[in-house]
């Protein structure tokens, strides 16, 4: 039974990347960061299944992480940690460095140290790309615009780095924007779905946002994590733009959205400077050519598919709690 080690296991992608492994018959390990609140949500459906494991761990701490990987022994590690909230890491860029940046390295070293044939994962991210050309394939130059981006343009050249240098399966997944029904509230499609069932059913007033203009490549993260998969399936490691080729505006995500609902957003939709960046993106699209050519991979949910599919699901969450209020009045 091949093993796994999961960082960031609690997250969108981790929860959806544990299950698909598990599917597949691995033991699949994921590290979770100790919390006075349980913020194992997202792994309901598998919390009990017998392969999975769930240690204590942080990417902040090196002796810890060579404890880790010393332990179990993983054949694959998938290290998907991160403060991953492009906003909040300009009020809070060391942090997001020490993390995203540097917790990368920590985990590149624990593994060089204590077994080089273990297979890595980084997941990088299209933030690395900035304001150059579109669409951005595997050969775009760089140009981070956040704390954020530039903490994965450093992450992305230590994988290469170590690849080259000592000849470790190390491969960087350059993932376009991804969302689901199980993506974090404060990310802006989330927010955007969870506030038209809100509003629709009375519970919310309005929404605040920011840059409406803004275009994004937005794909299924379901389908993303299988593309990680396959990478490490791959006879040699490499790196892969995955994206669905298509952008979308943030108004394409209130239309979508708020038309699902029967809504006009126009109505309900604020401005608020707060939420902007102090260095925009204008517009990320990614040509995933060759991870369709080589992993033979493509997504398989469509933008329209992918919102109503996020409108369903964050709709029974306002019914329900419509009626959990209903109950205490």
């Known amino acids: 039974m091949l093993k796994a080690l999961i960082t ?15 599917n597949l018959g691995y033991q699949v390990w994921g590290i979770i960061r100790r919390s006075s609140s349980f913020n ?3 792994l309901d459906s598998i919390y009990h299944n017998p392969n999975l494991h769930l240690v204590y761990g942080d990417l902040t701490d090196s002796a810890c992480l060579m404890g880790i990987v010393n332990d179990i022994r993983p054949d694959e590690v998938y290290n998907l940690g991160a403060q991953s909230h492009v906003r909040v890491s300009f009020d809070t860029p060391v942090n997001t460095v020490d993390i995203d940046a540097l917790g990368t390295i920590r985990l590149l070293e624990a593994i060089r140290l204590i077994d080089p044939s273990i297979k890595f994962y980084q997941a990088s991210s299209s933030e690395i790309f900035g304001n ?4 951005q394939n595997e050969k775009t130059p760089f140009d981070p615009r956040s704390p954020y981006a530039c903490a994965k343009v450093y992450s992305y050249y230590q994988s290469v780095n170590y690849r080259e240098a000592y000849g470790m399966f190390v491969c960087n997944g350059i993932l376009f924007n991804h969302t689901s029904p199980r993506r974090g509230e404060t990310f802006v499609t989330r927010k955007i779905t969870r506030a038209a069932t809100r509003i629709k059913l009375g519970i919310q007033d309005s929404l605040a946002l920011g840059n409406l203009d803004s275009r994004r490549d937005w794909g299924f993260a ?9 990478m490490m399936k791959m006879d040699k490691p490499d790196d892969y733009i995955i994206a669905t080729g298509e952008t979308h505006s943030i108004r394409d995500i209130l239309n979508a959205a708020f038309n699902s609902v029967g809504l006009h957003w126009e109505d309900y939709v604020t401005k608020d400077g707060k939420y902007t960046r102090p260095t925009e993106v204008n517009c990320l699209c990614g040509n995933a050519s060759k991870a369709k050519s080589k992993l033979m991979w493509g997504p398989s949910v469509k933008f329209t598919e992918l919102i109503e599919m996020m409108v369903e699901s964050d709709m029974k969450l306002a019914k329900a709690e419509k009626n959990g209020k209903l109950l205490e009045t």
Do not use: F, K, N
């Open 40 to 42: 194992t949500g997202r």
């Open 8 to 22: 960031g296991i609690t997250g969108q992608d981790g929860s959806y990347l544990a299950e698909l492994l598990l």
């Open 222 to 230: 379901g389908d993303y994590v299988s593309a990680m998969v396959l």
């Open 132 to 135: 150059s050309p579109h669409p």
